[in-house]
C-alpha cells in the first residue's frame, strides 16, 4: 500500500467561479422531495495520475489544469445555475434556493504525499479535512490538489437538499465534456411541477411507517462516550464474490439482483455484530435509497424523457427491520427476499406520488426518513444507497480518466452508510464506501475478508 499516514495539505488560492454568462436573479422553490432531506453535504473525489497532454506528450502542469476546470466550470454553471446559488430560509423557515450567480468557491492545493501512498482505504486519514472542500458558503465547493508526483485530486461538496447522486453526475460529466470542448448531452430540468401533489391527495398509511415529521420525534439522545464510533473506510468486492453472492441469495428459486445479495449479506454482517451488544429479539433495521425518476416516467413517454434530466431530489428510502436473531440464523436467501420485499413496495410510480403528497399535508413541518431516527430501544441501521450510475470513467477533464473516485458522506447521524460504485477498473468489480461502526467494519473484516477487501494503491494500479 505505501507508507500511507500523516501529510499536509496547504491551501494556495481560494477564488469563487460564477457562471459565465449573467443571469436573472430568480427564486427556485425546493420540491417535496427536496424538503424530505436533511441540511447534509455530500463529498465526490476523483484521483489522476500524473496528467499527460494527449496533443503534445507533455505533462500538463497544475495551473493549466486548473484553469481548464475554471473556465469549464464556468460554463457548467450556465445550466447548471443551481450550484451557483444560495439556500434561503423563507417566511415559513423552509428551506428554498436564491438563484444569485453567487458561484461555487474553488480552492487549490498541494499536498506532500504521492499518490501512491495516499492511503484510500481510510478516507478519514486521507481525505476528510484535506483532498474534499468543506463547503462553508452557498451550494457547491471544489478543490483541486496537486499531489507531490504531479498527480491530481479533484474534489467537490455539495448540498444534499439541492441534489442528489444522479442530478450530481449529471453535471460532473458536463462539467468534463465542455471542458474537452465536447458538445454537452445534458440539458438539466429544474421543472418542479413535474413533482407537484395531487390535488386532493391520496396518501398510503404505510408512509407513516416510512417518514416521520421532525417535530414528533422524542429529543436527540446525549451522544454517547464510546470507542465503537462511526468510521468510513473503502473495499473492493470482486465480481466472482459478486456473483458467488448472488448464486447464493437466489437458492431459493428466485433470482435476486447483486444490489439486493449484497444488502443481505451486509445485513446478516451487521447483524452479527449486534448480537455481541444486544438481546437477540432487537430489531436491526436497513434502508435502500431507491431513484424515483423512471417510476413517476412509467406509462408516460414525455415525461419520462424529463424525468431523465430532472435536476433535484427523486428518491425514497423504504426499509426492514427483522429480529437480529432471524438476520443471523436463517440463509442468504430468506434475508435477500426480505430486502426484496420491502424494496418491492417502493419501486412503484404510486409510491412516489403518495410520498409527494405525504409531504405536503405535512408542510411546512420538516420530515425525514425514519431509517434516520434511532430509538432507545432499536438495534443498529444502515443504509445502501446504490451508486452503480457513478460515471467515474467520463470524468475525463482532458487528461484521460480517473485512476479512481468515489463519493465520500460521513453525514455525522447515528445510522450508517454505504456505497457501492463501478470499479474504474471496468471488470465488474465494485468500489464499496462504508461509513459504519467500528466494531461494525472490524467484524466484517475478519468474518468477511473474502468479500470486501481493503482498497490498495496496488488493486489500483497506482504504484
Known sequence: MGAGGEFKVTVSKKEVVAAVLP?????????????????????????????????????????????????????ALVSFYAFGGEVVLNT???????????????VEAYADIELENLNLYNPDE??????????????FAVQATQLKCGGLVVACTFDH???????????????????????????????????????PGFIDPALDDMYVPINTLPPPKEPEQTDDHLISRIYYVTSEQLNLLQGLASSSGCKR???????AYLWKMVAKYASKNYPRNVI?????????????????????????????????????????HELTEKPLSWVADEVHDFLDVAVTKEHFLGLIDWVEAHRPVPALAKIYCQGTEDGPGFVVSSGQRFPVGKIDFGWGKPGFGSYHFPWGGDSGYVMPMPSP??????????????????????EAAAVFRPLTSDYLNFM
Open 23 to 75: 443571469m436573472q436573479e430568480h427564486w427556485l422553490p425546493l420540491s417535496n422531495l427536496d424538503l424530505i432531506l436533511p441540511p447534509v453535504d455530500v463529498g465526490v473525489f476523483f484521483c489522476y495520475k500524473k496528467p499527460i497532454s494527449p496533443s503534445t506528450g507533455e505533462p500538463l502542469t497544475f495551473a493549466a489544469m486548473v484553469n481548464a476546470l475554471k473556465k469549464a466550470l464556468a460554463q
Open 126 to 139: 486521507s481525505v476528510e479535512g484535506k483532498l474534499v472542500p468543506k463547503k462553508k458558503h452557498g451550494v
Open 257 to 263: 439482483t447483486k444490489l439486493e445479495s449484497f444488502s
Open 425 to 446: 477498473s471496468g471488470n465488474g468489480d465494485w468500489i464499496v464506501y462504508m461509513h459504519l461502526s467500528k466494531g461494525q467494519l472490524e467484524l466484517i473484516e475478519t
Open 284 to 324: 436491526t433495521k436497513m434502508g435502500i435509497v431507491v431513484d424515483g425518476r423512471t417510476r413517476l416516467g412509467d406509462g408516460d413517454e414525455k415525461k419520462a424523457k424529463m424525468m431523465s434530466k430532472y435536476f433535484g431530489n427523486v428518491l425514497s428510502i423504504p426499509f426492514g427491520g427483522k429480529k437480529m
Open 92 to 106: 415559513v423557515g423552509e428551506p428554498e434556493l436564491l438563484c444569485n450567480n453567487r458561484g461555487a468557491d474553488f
Open 161 to 199: 437538499r439541492i441534489a442528489d447522486a444522479y442530478s450530481t453526475n449529471m453535471f460532473l460529466v458536463s462539467w468534463a465534456e465542455i471542458a474537452q470542448s465536447k458538445p454537452s448531452y445534458y440539458r438539466p430540468s429544474f421543472r418542479r411541477s413535474l413533482l407537484n401533489p395531487r390535488r
